[in-house]
């Protein structure tokens, strides 16, 4: 079936649920104005605004920009600017940035730069491009993920799956100032990726520690944020699976796309096997059962994208995948009432902490998905 023709089918819920999405974030977006939330307490939006390196601090503002974009309505807009001015603070201690500085800054002030074309969010944009490009070890070939917590760790080697969300700032700043730099750092990251974090079945590593001399030697995997060492973590499997189409839409490499869709094929018969409710991690024990919605969310944004760039034969698998999720978390965990600032709920940290609680960026990504459904032609990343 045609891309248009399931997108028809499916038309009133995809409107129905934008309109919720609409009605609930046109009051929350007045009355967390001055926030930088990450979750809910007892119904209300916490405020993480005094830690302005929380690599999830752009969310919000993105998710502003997302309904701006959608709506036209201004309120929104003010909210992003909001939200950029208190993230401002993060640049008082550039020290401290990491490379999650393309979920905090690309779809913040990148996305505000597109949006509008304001140059001093252009500039922060760039110099975030600028500060990412920088973690590059030469000798190694990867781009340093975390900073290390304390004295006593050592996180020099360390590459997360997770990054590959954060490219997409280098590809943008290598098309808005000339410089292939940019691109081709980007590039031999996802190449990395490809090569020692995706596994041959489609599952990833979440983190690889690299041999910070020698290029290509992996020293070791980590468990990270998912069950144990050799798991699957589903968010970090999302991460990839959106990653790698933005890389192929952003290089028109045909290996990325490839990528893409073995990820999403492992995503996907992992996500159908739970009636599309996507476990935390696809390879921990059966007991005790823990869901994480953050990584549907990010899941079908990447499945809508592979179904719009794939050959037309193929559209069907990805694209209605993304919708059975989409419409199978809508009606389990989306909270629509306006008592709760949240609106999906079961997103998930960590394995074991932080588990079945709402996190912003699972709004985040539910909104993007349900907009690109709409037809917005609007990518952030
Ligand atoms: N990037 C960290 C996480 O997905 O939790």
Request: aromatic share 12%; hydrophobic share 35%; proline share 3%.
């Amino acid at each position: 079936m045609s891309y248009e023709k399931i997108i028809a089918q499916n038309r009133e819920w995809i409107e129905e649920t934008f309109n919720k999405l609409d009605k609930k974030l046109s009051v929350t977006a007045v009355k967390s104005r001055d926030k930088i939330p990450y979750t809910t307490k007892d119904g209300v939006h916490d405020d993480r605004s005094k830690n302005p390196d929380g690599w999830t601090n752009g969310f919000w503002g993105g998710l502003m920009w997302l309904m701006y974009e959608a709506t036209g309505n201004e309120e929104y807009k003010k909210t992003a600017q909001r939200s950029e001015e208190i993230e401002d603070k993060a640049f008082e201690n550039v020290e401290k940035l990491h490379h999650d500085v393309g979920f905090m800054w690309h779809i913040l002030a990148g996305a505000n730069y597109r949006l509008t074309g304001n140059t001093e969010a252009r500039n922060k944009n760039l110099f975030c491009a600028m500060s990412l490009m920088s973690r590059y070890n030469v000798e190694g070939d990867y781009i340093r993920s975390w900073n290390s917590w304390s004295k006593d760790d050592n996180t020099t080697g360390w590459t997360i799956i997770d990054c590959m969300m954060n490219i997409p700032i280098l590809y943008w700043a290598s098309n808005e100032i000339g410089d292939t730099r940019f691109k081709k750092i980007a590039m031999r990251y996802a190449d990395m990726a490809m090569r020692d974090h995706v596994r041959p079945d489609g599952s990833v590593n979440h983190i690889v520690v690299h041999d910070t001399e020698n290029p290509g030697v992996v020293i070791e995997t980590l468990g990270g944020q998912g069950y144990g060492v050799g798991s699957c973590w589903s968010r970090g499997d999302a991460w990839a699976l959106y990653g790698f189409v933005l890389s192929y839409i952003h290089t028109k490499e045909e290996r990325y796309l490839d990528t893409a869709k073995k990820v999403a094929q492992y995503f996907v018969m992992n996500a159908e096997s739970t009636g599309w409710l996507p476990l935390l991690d696809f390879r921990a024990p059966e007991e005790p059962v823990y869901y994480d919605s953050t990584a549907g969310a990010i899941a079908a944004c990447g499945l809508i994208e592979i179904a719009k760039n794939c050959p037309e034969h193929e559209k069907n698998i990805y694209l209605s995948a993304a919708i059975n999720m989409l419409k199978t978390m809508e009606k389990a965990w989306c909270n629509w009432s306006e008592t709760e600032d949240s609106i999906l709920q079961m997103g998930s940290e960590r394995y074991g902490s932080g588990m079945h609680m709402p996190i912003i960026y699972g709004d985040y990504f539910f909104a993007e998905a349900i907009l690109k459904l709409r037809g917005s032609k609007f990518l952030p990343w």
